[in-house]
């Protein structure tokens, strides 16, 4: 699993010593701030592969720290970002999400997990930028998968919010542990159209279906797409189905 430059952005001692041995252990560099605007300052600086932050820190909150650093114009946009919190919380959840963080870590970790999920994010990020700064040429059948993984060590959400950042076109094909089918079809980054086992269905119910899937595997190749309607973006069609999913869980 891919090792680099990790950036842990939280007040606890206690909780960023234990995460810096997790993840020195495993092979990475490890910076660590106390305050999100060290932090940012640090994330500009060193250009960290992953940066792990609190969502509750001393001078302003961790979702200022992934507005920030999702409006960089350099590629630390791109950077992957997980929130480190102290329960599940679906607004906080969503409020992430839209902020554009890829996945949550809730308090007390796991070892394996912690290592598990930031060499899968710093893997696929790596991957993408190959994929990304490649010459264009035409589509070959010899042409290798853009990457693929397993949704247990990563998310259907953190997937496609990558997609979107790096700014891919092909298909993402997913497969569920019950043998279902589902492909999303991405222009530049943003939705072009899904499919349920190759019949079109529409994007945002085909999310709420996908995004409770916690295992089976993911498939995605750079390629042309048509496209028959306006494309959306993945970051508001993705708030979107999680917002109508715990609507329907309060009703």
């Known amino acids: ?43 500009r600086k060193t250009e960290p592969d992953c940066i792990l932050c609190a969502v509750n820190l001393p001078d302003i909150d961790g979702f200022w720290v992934a507005r920030r650093v999702r409006a960089e114009p350099t590629r630390v946009r791109a950077t992957p970002f997980l929130f480190l919190t102290d329960a599940e919380d679906h607004e906080g959840r969503l409020q992430g999400l839209n902020v554009g963080a890829d996945l949550f870590l809730i308090k007390p970790f796991r070892a394996e997990e912690v290592v598990a999920q930031v060499g899968a994010l710093i893997d696929m990020a790596n991957r993408l930028k190959g994929s990304s700064s490649a010459p264009e040429g035409p589509p070959s059948s010899a042409r290798p998968t853009a ?104 009703s």
Request: overall charge negative; cysteine-free; aromatic content about 6%.
């Open 147 to 250: 990457f693929q993984g397993d949704l247990g060590q990563m998310s259907v959400s953190t997937v496609l919010t990558l997609l979107e950042l790096e700014r891919q076109t092909g298909r993402l094909k997913i497969k569920g542990e019950a043998a279902e089918s589902a492909s999303f079809e991405l222009s530049d980054g943003a939705f072009a159209g899904a499919l349920w086992d190759e019949t079109p269905v529409d994007v945002v119910e085909l999310l709420r279906r996908v995004l409770h899937w916690k295992g089976g595997s993911f498939q995605f190749r750079s390629g042309k797409v048509e496209l028959d309607a306006e494309s959306h973006s993945v970051s508001s069609l993705l708030l979107k189905a999680m917002q109508l999913e715990d609507e329907a869980h309060k």
């Open 1 to 43: 699993m891919a090792t680099g430059r990790v950036l842990i952005i939280e007040q606890d001692e206690w909780e960023s010593a234990l995460l810096a041995k997790f993840l020195r252990e495993a092979g990475h560099e490890v910076e660590v701030a106390v305050e999100a605007r060290a932090g940012f300052d640090r994330v």
